[in-house]
């Protein structure tokens, strides 16, 4: 499948405001108040759109690609990269699309921003992410701790040279 990005418009911050996974995922779920971040110029996001024109998930490049618990920890300062944050539609995750989907998305971001390198924070359990970052040629660099009202959850942080 082909992906395409293009600057997010309301209507697909409302769409994914409204997404919703199944477990263990719903940590991913969308929230209607984070429409008006979604939309924020400085967070860089882009929506994906399918080769049928369909929404097919979002980038967002920088600082609202970190976690706050990594920025606390001082993890995204060790070496120069761009934060990449993503998300697919729940209609399209566990299709085996992940790996195509994020190269679209590296590909926007190496035209647009000339980064050194690209770097990614993940769930640890996530393994089904992770193992599409690691097709792309994302290694893991660091993990860290975070407190979640539901108990702790383990990030990784993982790297790849543009």
Do not use: Q
């Amino acid at each position: 499948m082909r992906f395409t990005l293009r600057p997010i418009t309301r209507a697909d911050a409302e769409a994914i405001s409204r997404w919703r996974y199944g477990e263990p995922y719903s940590m991913y779920d969308g929230n209607p108040a984070s429409v008006p971040s979604l939309l924020e110029p400085r967070f860089l996001y882009h929506s994906v759109y399918d080769e049928r024109g369909e929404l097919a998930g979002y980038f967002c490049f920088g600082e609202d690609a970190r976690v706050r618990a990594g920025r606390r920890l001082g993890v995204y300062e060790k070496e120069p990269a761009l934060d990449v944050g993503l998300g697919m539609s729940p209609e399209l995750t566990g299709r085996g699309l992940g790996a195509e989907f994020v190269l679209a998305g590296l590909r926007f971001a190496k035209e647009k921003y000339s980064p050194p390198a690209f770097r990614l924070t993940v769930a640890a359990f996530n393994r089904r992410a992770a193992r599409a970052y690691e097709k792309v040629g994302f290694e893991v660099v660091d993990s860290f701790g975070a407190r979640t009202p539901d108990g702790s959850l383990e990030w990784l942080l993982m790297r790849r040279e543009a």
